[in-house]
């Protein structure tokens, strides 16, 4: 399956998991909770997933490389220690907590999450002195002496012995305790998760032309050679920062993360004919409306790699300014849910003055996220999200402190009249974007009006996470039209649905 499926699969299996019954004990007991075992290519995102699912779920999350334990770490040091047995004293030899069951205690003091994930990479390649113990690991949930703490669901991953020498093929007695999942490179799921990440789009689109190279590994008698999505996602971001430098990525830099030779060679290649067509063919000129006929002219005439590279400019453009769409909705929609707390109609004390009273706000309401940030329980764009909401709390603040001696009611319309403003930014941004894609849709027309790179075009805003979720506030009659005419009736009804569920 791919790794959207088996994401889905892990929290799935977790649900199940954690489900308790009328007197508070798990469905299914810890010793028959089989540890999922993820088994796919390197960097296909099985070790990626993980945080995802955690956050998703609202659990914690512990996570080792078992390859990087002896025996001693992984079981605990042994030591001595005297018992009576049938009125006899005798000395047992008994071992200290594991550093991976300690670190999942220290994780519930840290968090106050009391049920995570234990996650386990490159389980099939134990060090030989630690391989005995693992079947008792993986059926007891035991390391020494010590159980991992229940409500801790174990989660495992590993390659294929074809691309790693170091992997122990697990017997019969060992895999018929686990729960496996084979994972396999999907690329149409991949470029909706680079959409939403916001993959460079000249990575997106020249594996969108050759999805032959969106994960590839050999080994050759020159040795190893892989192209693998991580190193592609770590590429892209690298080549992103190298932009903000004023420096490009020649064949040497994209060698370093594409470790084959011919594809590295290749998109290197590719890049710097990227940069061009972005010079070339003005971009932004176009999305505000400026549409030169002889640029349009050259297009039509154009190779289809030259037509993909230029569309693939235009919808990074467009996604761009998507993302800023939603972005600015998100802060406008978390604000709001909080000043609505400060409303006179909420019922709250009218005592305090207006400012001590958002003050208050302010600060239970950062503590509450600081919690979730802490707990790993938030991405980068909600921290980011999260930190925007507070700047503006606190601006707030320091505006009615300024306007001293306010009538309650006086200090509550200024806060409405400065959440309008943030209002009226999220409504500009939209408009901006809406009429950028107006412009989009006027050049690909001038340029190839219902053809093949119109279905094209279609296909890669259904795809991205940005457009599809702007397109469902904004109605642009000409993406229906098309979809219509250029897509089939099912593939139409599909992106709809997708469309109507983003508001569920």
Same mark, same amino acid.
């Given at each position: 399956?791919?790794?959207? +499926?088996?994401?889905?699969?892990?929290? %799935?299996?977790?649900?199940?998991?954690?489900?308790?019954?009328?007197?508070?004990?798990?469905?299914?007991?810890?010793?028959?909770?089989?540890? &999922?075992?993820?088994?796919?290519?390197?960097?296909?995102?099985? @070790?990626?997933?993980? /945080?995802?699912?955690?956050?998703?779920?609202? #659990?914690?999350?512990?996570?080792?490389?078992?390859?990087?334990?002896?025996?001693?770490?992984?079981?605990?040091?042994?030591?001595?220690?005297?018992?009576?047995?049938?009125?006899?004293?005798?000395?047992?030899?008994?071992?200290?907590?594991?550093?991976?069951?300690?670190?999942?205690?220290?994780?519930?003091?840290?968090?106050?999450?009391?049920?995570? #994930?234990?996650?386990?990479? *490159?389980?099939?390649? &134990?060090?030989?002195?630690?391989?005995?113990?693992?079947?008792?690991?993986?059926?007891?949930?035991?390391?020494?002496?010590?159980? #991992?703490? $229940?409500?801790? &669901?174990?989660?495992?991953?590993?390659?294929?012995?074809?691309?790693?020498?170091?992997?122990?093929?697990?017997?019969?007695?060992?895999?018929?305790?686990?729960?496996?999942?084979?994972?396999?490179?999907?690329?149409?799921?991949?470029?909706?998760?680079?959409?939403?990440?916001?993959?460079?789009?000249?990575?997106?689109?020249?594996?969108?032309?050759?999805?032959?190279?969106?994960?590839?590994?050999? @080994?050759?008698?020159?040795?190893?050679?892989?192209?693998?999505? +991580?190193?592609?996602?770590?590429?892209?971001?690298?080549?992103?920062?190298?932009?903000?430098?004023?420096?490009?990525?020649?064949? $040497?830099?994209?060698?370093?993360?594409?470790?084959?030779?011919?594809?590295?060679?290749?998109?290197?290649?590719?890049?710097?004919?990227?940069?061009?067509?972005?010079?070339?063919?003005?971009?932004?000129?176009?999305?505000?409306?400026?549409?030169?006929?002889?640029?349009? %002219?050259?297009?039509?005439?154009?190779?289809?790699?030259?037509?993909?590279?230029?569309?693939?400019?235009?919808?990074?453009?467009? /996604?761009?300014?998507?993302?800023?769409?939603?972005?600015?909705?998100?802060?406008?929609?978390?604000?709001? *849910?909080?000043?609505?707390?400060?409303?006179?109609?909420?019922?709250?004390?009218?005592?305090?003055? !207006?400012?001590?009273?958002?003050?208050?706000?302010?600060?239970?309401?950062?503590?509450?996220?600081?919690?979730? +940030?802490?707990?790993?329980?938030?991405?980068?764009?909600?921290?980011?999200?999260?930190?925007? &909401?507070?700047?503006?709390?606190?601006?707030?603040?320091?505006?009615?402190?300024?306007?001293?001696?306010?009538?309650?009611?006086?200090?509550?319309?200024?806060?409405?009249? !400065?959440?309008?403003?943030?209002?009226?930014?999220?409504?500009?941004?939209?408009?901006?974007?809406?009429?950028?894609?107006?412009?989009?849709?006027?050049?690909?027309?001038?340029?190839?009006?219902?053809?093949?790179?119109?279905?094209?075009?279609?296909?890669?805003?259904?795809?991205?996470?940005?457009?599809?979720?702007?397109?469902?506030?904004?109605?642009?009659?000409?993406?229906?039209?098309?979809?219509?005419?250029?897509?089939?009736? $099912? +593939?139409?009804?599909? #992106?709809?649905?997708?469309?109507?569920?983003?508001?569920?």
């Amino acid at each position: 399956m791919n790794i959207k +499926r088996a994401k889905e699969e892990i929290k %799935n299996t977790i649900e199940a998991y954690l489900l308790k019954d009328a007197y508070g004990a798990y469905e299914i007991p810890a010793v028959q909770q089989r540890p &999922v075992f993820l088994m796919g290519p390197p960097g296909v995102g099985k @070790t990626q997933i993980m /945080g995802q699912v955690a956050r998703e779920c609202g #659990i914690g999350l512990v996570a080792y490389t078992i390859t990087h334990h002896t025996r001693q770490s992984a079981v605990g040091l042994p030591f001595i220690n005297e018992k009576e047995f049938g009125g006899n004293v005798c000395r047992v030899t008994e071992y200290t907590m594991s550093e991976i069951v300690a670190s999942i205690y220290n994780k519930i003091e840290d968090t106050g999450l009391k049920e995570g #994930i234990l996650f386990i990479d *490159e389980i099939n390649c &134990v060090s030989e002195t630690l391989a005995p113990t693992m079947l008792q690991f993986l059926q007891y949930k035991t390391f020494g002496n010590h159980r #991992i703490p $229940d409500g801790w &669901v174990l989660v495992t991953a590993g390659n294929p012995p074809e691309y790693n020498k170091s992997v122990r093929d697990f017997d019969v007695v060992t895999l018929d305790r686990l729960k496996l999942i084979h994972v396999e490179p999907d690329f149409e799921v991949w470029k909706a998760y680079a959409y939403e990440q916001s993959i460079h789009p000249a990575v997106i689109s020249y594996l969108n032309a050759r999805t032959e190279y969106f994960c590839r590994i050999e @080994t050759t008698v020159d040795g190893k050679f892989f192209a693998t999505p +991580r190193g592609w996602e770590d590429l892209s971001k690298f080549i992103e920062i190298y932009e903000r430098l004023g420096k490009k990525a020649d064949r $040497d830099v994209v060698g370093e993360y594409i470790q084959f030779p011919v594809i590295a060679k290749d998109f290197a290649n590719y890049l710097e004919i990227y940069y061009k067509y972005r010079d070339d063919y003005q971009i932004d000129e176009i999305l505000t409306g400026i549409i030169r006929e002889s640029l349009c %002219n050259r297009l039509k005439r154009a190779p289809f790699d030259e037509k993909l590279n230029v569309m693939g400019l235009l919808l990074s453009r467009l /996604g761009q300014s998507f993302r800023s769409v939603s972005h600015q909705g998100d802060k406008t929609e978390l604000l709001l *849910e909080e000043l609505k707390k400060l409303s006179p109609k909420a019922g709250s004390s009218q005592d305090a003055s !207006m400012a001590d009273r958002l003050e208050a706000l302010r600060v239970q309401w950062n503590g509450e996220w600081e919690r979730k +940030r802490s707990a790993g329980l938030l991405n980068r764009r909600e921290d980011y999200l999260r930190r925007d &909401v507070e700047a503006l709390l606190l601006q707030y603040e320091e505006v009615l402190r300024r306007d001293e001696n306010q009538e309650n009611e006086t200090a509550w319309n200024r806060i409405r009249e !400065m959440f309008e403003e943030e209002k009226a930014r999220y409504d500009s941004l939209s408009e901006e974007a809406g009429n950028a894609l107006e412009h989009a849709f006027d050049f690909m027309e001038a340029a190839f009006g219902d053809g093949q790179e119109m279905v094209v075009f279609l296909t890669e805003l259904n795809t991205g996470f940005y457009s599809v979720k702007f397109l469902k506030e904004y109605d642009c009659e000409r993406y229906y039209q098309y979809n219509e005419r250029l897509l089939f009736k $099912d +593939r139409e009804n599909e #992106i709809k649905a997708r469309i109507d569920g983003l508001g569920k």
